[in-house]
Structure formats: C-alpha cells, structure tokens
C-alpha cells in the first residue's frame, strides 16, 4: 500500500477542521444575532428561537422588492413549502407582511415589517463583517494563487 502524503494529509485534515468551523459558524451566527437584537432593545419574545432559515429568508425579503414564495426559495435554495411555512411563522410572529398581488389573488408577495428591519439589518452587519475578514484573507494572494485557490474550491463544489 502507497503511505500517504504527509502534505495531502495535513490539507486534508484543514479541510475536516474548516467542515467543523462551518458547523460552529452557523451556531454562532445564530447567538450573535440573536444578542444584537437583544442589544438593540428586541423582546426576547422578539427573538426567541429565531433560526438561520428564518434570517436567511428575512434577508431575502429585505434584498428584494415584494419577492413571492417562489422567487425566496430559488434565492435560498430552501423548498417552497419549507419557505411558506417559514413566511407564515414570521408574519405571525410579525417579522414580514404578506398581501396577494392585485392582479393574482393566489400569488403572495412579502415585505418586512419594522421589527423585520431591524433583524434584517442586523444580520446583514454580521455577514459584512465576516465578508471582510475573508476578503482581507483572499487579499493576501497573488492573482495566479487566487486562480488555484478558485479551481480547488470549484472542484470541490463540483462534488456536491
């Protein structure tokens, strides 16, 4: 049997280390946001087991004018059941409104609401600065490293 690469294996190993790290990301996403609504004067019936899917969803609606079930799922990549269910969990907890389109009164069109935001802007202000720590990272780079680095990446996405 061939003994492995001790650098394969190291990256390997990073790469195992990252999968955890993303694990942990989506943990902290959540308790952050959650402690900046707090922060910001949100009930914590507000903020009570507010999920990533629902943020994720609030920052659809707030990126996009009146967008349907539809287009948030596309956007999200969540099914469109899974969208209406959340939609409806978040007008009732009156993060988002709905109203049907004049011309089409089975299509529903979303919005959010000042509690909405308020949510909305606080995780977008999460994601800019997590973006700009990576950003800085990827600056480091020569472009000519940056193409292999965008190759690994690709051909690691490809097996998804």
Known sequence: MKKANPEIQSMIQKLILLQDHNRNFEEKHQKVIL??????????????????????????????????VTFIAEQTGMTKGAVSKIASRMVDRK????RKRDNNRKEILY????????????????????????????ASFKPEELKIIDRFFNDILSDF
């Open 111 to 138: 919005s959010l609401t000042k509690k909405g935001k308020v949510a909305f802007d606080i995780h977008k202000k999460f994601h800019d600065t997590e973006n700009k720590k990576l950003h800085e990272i990827f």
């Open 95 to 98: 993060f988002i409104e709905a």
């Open 35 to 68: 402690r900046m609504l707090t922060a910001r004067g949100a009930s914590p019936e507000m903020v009570r087991n507010i999920s990533l899917s629902e943020l994720h969803v609030i920052d659809c609606i707030g990126s996009h004018e009146e967008p349907n």
